[in-house]
C-alpha cells in the first residue's frame, strides 16, 4: 500500500512561484509513475503532470508548459512539483497520485488510473 502526502501549497501572488512536495511511504515508489492533478470548486478533477518511473517520461496539461516542472527523487520518494509564473487560474486544490507504471502517454493523464491519492494541499494565486 502507498500512502501520499503533499505539502507546499500556500497563498502567492501571480508571478510567483511555488514547490509542492509528495511524500511516499512504500519500498517501490520507484516503479511508481506519479501524477499531479488539481480541482477547483465546481470544476472536476483535472490533469496537471505526469513523470514516470526512471524519470523517462514527463507530461503536462497545454496550460502548465513552460511554467511547471514535475520531478522526482526516487532515494527520498518524493516527487515535485515547481510552478512557477503562477496565475489566479491556477488556484486549486492540488492532489499527487500514484500507480503502477503502465500505459501509453494518455492513460497517464487519466485520473481514473491511478490507485493511490493524497490529501490535496491548496494553492491559491491573487491578481
Known amino acids: 500500500q502507498v500512502q501520499l502526502v503533499e505539502s507546499g501549497g500556500g497563498l502567492v501572488q501571480a508571478g510567483g512561484s511555488l514547490r509542492l512536495s509528495c511524500a511516499a511511504s512504500?519500498?517501490?515508489?520507484?516503479?511508481?509513475?506519479m501524477g499531479w492533478f488539481r480541482q477547483s470548486p465546481g470544476k472536476e478533477r483535472e490533469f496537471v503532470a505526469a513523470?514516470?518511473?526512471?524519470?523517462?517520461?514527463?507530461y503536462y496539461t497545454d496550460s502548465v508548459k513552460g511554467r511547471f516542472t514535475i520531478s522526482r527523487d526516487d532515494a527520498k520518494n518524493t516527487v515535485y512539483l515547481q510552478m512557477n509564473s503562477l496565475k489566479p487560474e491556477d488556484t486549486a486544490v492540488y492532489y499527487c497520485?500514484?500507480?503502477?507504471?503502465?500505459?501509453?502517454?494518455?492513460?497517464?493523464?487519466?485520473?481514473?488510473?491511478?490507485?493511490?491519492w493524497g490529501q490535496g494541499t491548496q494553492v491559491t494565486v491573487s491578481s
Open positions: 512504500g519500498r517501490t515508489f520507484s516503479n511508481y509513475a
Open positions: 513523470i514516470r518511473r526512471m524519470r523517462v517520461y514527463t
Open positions: 497520485a500514484a500507480d503502477r507504471d503502465y500505459g501509453d502517454s494518455r492513460s497517464r493523464q487519466r485520473a481514473d488510473n491511478y490507485e493511490h
